[in-house]
């Protein structure tokens, strides 16, 4: 079969940019995938006139993905499909999904940048093909080549301006460094750099790891799966990362959206603080503005630490969540919650998310 114009230029943007992409050994299927976004016509594709809401926790999963992790957090990697994600907005008033690949996104290999490199393009532009074929439907944060800093600018720089990405996806740690990390300064300086009035980062947790001797190793110290609780551990050290080393404070035009309600650091965050009292204040001031948490359950504790309403978006973390937390529940106990107004309801379900995607979204 002849080359598509889709994929002769993945090829040549990634040569360009001296992207080895030969180095993955599953490149056939990711490109036949990709292509096959392209070429499809997903029969059975419902109409969505009445749906409003912004899902702005949600990760694709392709399938060569799957077979390469099939394990996240310690359970099964779920399987996904277009039309079965269509039907899951469907049925919860779900418009448009910002997507981002899950953990460990682009750290597949650990110590291998050139295969860290390719799998982080192949990732984006995997989740870009969806972006262009369903506009109306999709937005994506792009995936970084981390901790390979000078690399992942150019893939961020590559996935913002030319496949259209609103944003940039994190993990609370790429191979041990967290994002507070002196390391990752140029990236987040590349950030604040561009012209756009706001960058948005998502850090979303994955697994621990440490560095001995030179060496990558486990370090979950319980024996319990990490999506259970170290995940909420895991986004604590990351907030704490970028608080302690002054990211979120110098970098102003960064928009942190934390996953899962910014875990465990609600409960730490006065007694973290202590340890920075020059910053404290500054610190309770950006959390409030420019930073923000995603899940139903937690909304009352937080609001108890003043993070106010126009702070939280909605998201349900598709389809990862599914047969582990009830969605439909939590969807509903957001919905139903007694303690918020129809308005700041409205305001978590989309209007927060349009308002701190300014015009990137697309939609009304
Ligand atoms: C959305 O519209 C469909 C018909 O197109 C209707 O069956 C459904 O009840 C509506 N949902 C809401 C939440 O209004
Ligand atoms: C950001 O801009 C500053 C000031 O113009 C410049 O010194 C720095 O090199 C830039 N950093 C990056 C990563 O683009």
Known sequence: MAESAHIARIKKNAKRDNIDLTVLPFLASALADIQKIFTQTISGVPTFSNA???????????????????????RETPSWDILSHFNFMLSHSITRSILCISTPQANAF????????ALAR??????????????????????????????????????????????VGVLTNHEALYPGDKMFRPLWEYLQNRSSEREIIFIHPTDPLMKVDGRLVDSK?????????????ETARAISSITASRTIIEFPK?????S???????????RFLLGVPMDAEEAWKIYATRAGPVYPRQIKGLLAHDVPVSQFVFGTDYPYGIGFW??????AGLADADFLSPEEKDGIFHGNARELWKGKIGGV
Request: glycine fraction near 8%; charged fraction near 20%.
């Open 52 to 74: 409003t809401r912004i899902d702005t926790h949600v990760h694709p999963v392709p399938s060569w993905f799957h077979d390469l992790q099939p394990l996240a957090g310690g």
């Open 110 to 117: 650990p110590g291998d940048k050139p295969k860290t490199r």
């Open 122 to 167: 192949i990732l984006n532009e995997f989740t870009s093909a969806l972006v262009t074929v369903y506009p109306d439907r999709f937005s994506f944060l792009a995936v970084t080549a981390l901790p390979y800093v000078e690399e992942s600018i150019a893939e961020v720089r590559y996935a913002l301006n030319e496949l259209g990405a609103v944003g």
């Open 221 to 233: 110290p319980s024996p319990l799966r990490s999506g259970l609780g170290e995940f909420y551990f």
């Open 254 to 258: 960064l928009h942190w959206r934390i």
């Open 260 to 270: 899962h309600g910014a875990g465990a650091f609600p409960d730490i965050e006065d």
């Open 326 to 331: 009830d969605v439909d529940a939590n969807i």
